[in-house]
């Protein structure tokens, strides 16, 4: 069918029939209006020749794509759908609520779809289809499904697509916003846990922001965008009952399968999008490493990898880690893997390796489907994790765990820039604030009661029974190190969000912490926590601020409190870190939210404490800063960051002169007094004196300093500013000012 239904349409450079301009060398034509129907796919090849019967056809026969094409597409309609068909009510979700995502379509033939997600048959198949995505057409892809043990577990499925060459995918982020680096694959997780059902409802979040996670806190990790998926492989493009998702081209038919995390692939593109240089990229399966990227100039044959695994899995110097593995990173990694639960990571499986030349290796996480669990499953670490066997590399990993503590797990609100924040950024992206029908409810629709899901809706336990069990509490979920029940303040999403908060914040209460406690509450806190107790690391210091109230640029002075340790002091480090979320100003919502662990600026190691003054060059004014302070001992023992002094920088002072201060109002000779001032004891109208100096430019004023020496004697104190247009008073008797005047700021006396 492909080679023989193709039609002719002449082109012509006549000015007419559709060309704009004649003999401008553009030939154009016009495509049949009965062609343009809503959901068509148009291929179409361009064919020129010349008077020598010269000709050439494009694109080129090496072409990976043998044609152009593009979609006629009238707009995605309106769906609707129970949460449980039958006992709850069917809610229409229109069509803004289904495009607040972007939308992704699969044209493809439905007995391979079919094959593709749910025949064994044919895992990791390949089949042909055209992808549809912002407009442009990928024709003739391939696609099949992913997953390992997994991969039919769930019944909603990934997926990958692959690219043809010099067609690659230009993603766009969630804030609409290009990827550095375009792909050649395209990895859809179905926001589905297929072993964690007990996560059933959380639209992929959980995923999305351990990725996220990783990567703030310095471990190069996938980035990764919400979309709407849709297959057409029929006429209808709405199908006869709600559960379209799953049975393409079965009585139920429809496009819409819901809500898909695209995950990007660690290849070379992953390296080149982060200034890394180029190397060999593996991908961790049973110990062997899976070569997802050769490198420039490395071995091809895999020696790399498994020379370097079999000299992690025995003893090895302190010198040879250095040398050997980016140590920072991997400290990172597994304290990121007690905080956020990374319970199915293990020796061997679900993670990545980088290769960075010469020889530097760097962990990737991966097949993070399985997290914020409130038990052990499997081991949790992997055969790099000998390296904290060495007692130095133990303090640097217990170092960092304890600074994540500080910098990103200590904060459960919405705008503070830490774990709270990093919830509700990406709660948002699929349930916006106020919203009662979102991406969220849809998908559960979709997939709750689908018949394509697995379990029982009258089993609400175990790793794998979905049906039913969307936001189902309390739910006993099983795992290696064994039962244990997981519960929701409220069964929604709202509810499952406040499960991830408190998992990762200090909310246990419950008497004294244990690894496998299997409760829910501050668990990955808590794990963190003991991972980088040490009695012998120095007290947290105290900061506090010393300079003015406004916090000008200029004058960013603070102070720490005396060091405290078992050992002997060795340095003072202060840092600087910014927020930015709804509620916070200058937030700018078309971007990604600012974490507080991400540093603006960092202090060199100090050999003296106390006071120390932040340098303007490094912030903004008017954005929102926290600094804080730690002390380190001669053992290389780094304290905890001292709790945060959060501030919003003002431009600093200019000096003060005659063409921007000026005396605005003079009272040397006030009214008699009135009765009421006599009874107060007033017997001198003089005391009812003041001077009104007001600030005529349009930057702060430092009065600091600023005195009157003829006539009167006054001398503003410190910190005294005054802003553009502000008025200052001053008075000389307060008192007596205020009894007249009425009691009010920006009055300083006497004199």
């Not at 990898?305 to 400290?331: D, G, H, K």
């Not at 053992?635 to 945060?644: I, K, L, Y």
């Not at 003089?686 to 600023?706: K, P, V």
Request: aromatic share 12%; charged share 15%; net charge negative.
């Amino acid at each position: 069918a492909y080679a023989a239904n193709w039609i002719s349409v002449a082109m012509n450079d006549a000015g007419t029939n559709g060309d704009l301009v004649a003999g401008d060398a553009i030939y154009s034509a016009v495509i049949p209006g009965s062609a343009q129907t809503h959901r068509r796919l148009v291929r179409y090849k361009i064919e020129a020749s010349d008077n020598a019967a010269q000709s050439i056809e494009v694109p080129y026969p090496d072409d990976g794509s043998p044609n152009f094409a593009y979609f006629v597409y009238d707009g995605v309609p309106n769906w609707p759908g129970a949460f449980n068909p039958g006992v709850t009510p069917v809610v229409t979700y229109s069509s803004n609520v289904l495009q607040a995502l972007p939308t992704y379509q699969l044209i493809a033939s439905g007995a391979d779809v079919v094959n593709s997600q749910y025949n064994s048959s044919y895992n990791g198949q390949r089949f042909y289809g055209t992808l549809v995505y912002n407009g442009q057409v990928f024709d003739h892809v391939q696609f099949n499904n992913r997953g390992e043990v997994s991969t039919y577990v769930s019944g909603k499925n990934k997926w990958r697509f692959h690219f043809n060459t010099a067609r690659e995918l230009q993603a766009l982020d969630n804030w609409g916003q290009p990827y550095p680096e375009t792909w050649n694959e395209l990895n859809l997780n179905a926001c589905a846990c297929p072993w964690a059902a007990v996560h059933r409802g959380m639209a992929g979040v959980e995923e999305a922001i351990s990725l996220r996670f990783y990567e703030l806190i310095g471990v190069a990790s996938a980035r990764s965008h919400f979309l709407q998926f849709r297959v057409i492989d029929d006429a209808s493009e709405t199908g006869t009952t709600q559960f379209q998702g799953g049975d393409p081209s079965g009585v139920n038919g429809g496009d819409l399968w819901g809500l898909y995390l695209a995950v990007e692939q660690p290849d070379g593109a992953f390296l080149d999008s982060r200034g890394l240089a180029d190397g060999n990229v593996f991908k961790i399966e049973s110990s062997n490493g899976d070569m997802k990227h050769q490198g420039d100039g490395q071995v091809t044959d895999g020696s790399d990898w498994n020379t370097f695994l079999a000299a992690c899995r025995t003893s090895q110097t302190e010198a040879w880690w250095r040398t050997n593995m980016n140590l920072a990173v991997y400290y990172s990694f597994q304290a990121g893997n007690r905080f956020i639960g990374n319970v199915d990571l293990r020796y061997g499986f679900n993670h990545y390796f980088y290769h960075a030349p010469p020889n530097l290796w760097q962990v990737i996480p991966w097949d993070l489907d399985m997290m914020f669990i409130a038990k052990t499953h499997q081991a949790g670490v992997i055969d790099q994790n000998n390296c904290l066997n060495l007692p130095n590399l133990k303090i640097e990993y217990q170092n960092r765990a304890r600074e994540l503590l500080d910098l990103i797990g200590s904060d459960a609100s919405t705008n503070g820039g830490q774990i709270g924040q990093l919830i509700d950024e990406y709660a948002r992206l699929v349930a916006p604030a106020r919203t009662t029908t979102n991406w969220t409810t849809l998908d559960a629709a979709m997939w709750n009661y689908n018949p394509r899901t697995a379990g029982d809706p009258n089993t609400h336990s175990g790793q794998s029974s979905h049906k039913g069990n969307f936001f189902w509490t309390p739910y006993t979920d099983s795992r290696n190190g064994g039962n244990w029940v997981r519960t929701l303040a409220t069964a929604d999403f709202a509810g499952s969000m406040k499960y991830l908060t408190e998992y990762a914040t200090d909310t246990f209460t419950n008497g004294t912490w244990a690894v496998n406690n299997g409760d829910q509450h501050g668990y990955g806190y808590r794990y963190l926590k003991q991972e980088g107790t040490d009695a012998s690391a120095p007290q947290r210091p105290v900061a506090t601020y010393l300079g003015a109230p406004s916090h000008p640029m200029d004058g960013l002075r603070f102070n720490a409190t005396a060091y405290v340790g078992v050992n002997t002091f060795a340095a003072a480090q202060w840092r600087v870190g910014e927020i930015s979320a709804p509620g916070i100003p200058l937030y700018d919502p078309t971007k990604p939210r600012i974490y507080e662990v991400t540093d603006v600026w960092r202090s060199s190691e100090l050999s003296s404490n106390g006071v120390a003054t932040i340098p303007s060059a490094a912030l903004q004014i008017g954005r929102t800063y926290r600094v804080r302070v730690r002390h380190k001992d001669v053992t290389g023992r780094w304290g905890r960051w001292s709790e945060a002094i959060q501030f919003v920088p003002a431009a600093a002072p200019s000096t003060v002169t005659s063409s921007n201060l000026v005396v605005s109002e003079f009272m040397y000779n006030p009214p008699a007094l009135s009765a009421a001032e006599t009874l107060a004891g007033y017997s001198d109208k003089q005391l009812f004196e003041y001077i009104e100096l007001l600030n005529i430019s349009t930057n702060m004023l430092d009065l600091e300093g600023l005195a009157f020496i003829t006539g009167i004697s006054y001398t503003f104190a410190a910190g005294v500013t005054l802003a553009p247009d502000e008025r200052i008073v001053v008075a000389k008797d307060t008192n007596a000012f205020a009894l007249r005047y009425g009691a009010a700021g920006g009055v300083v006396g006497p004199y």
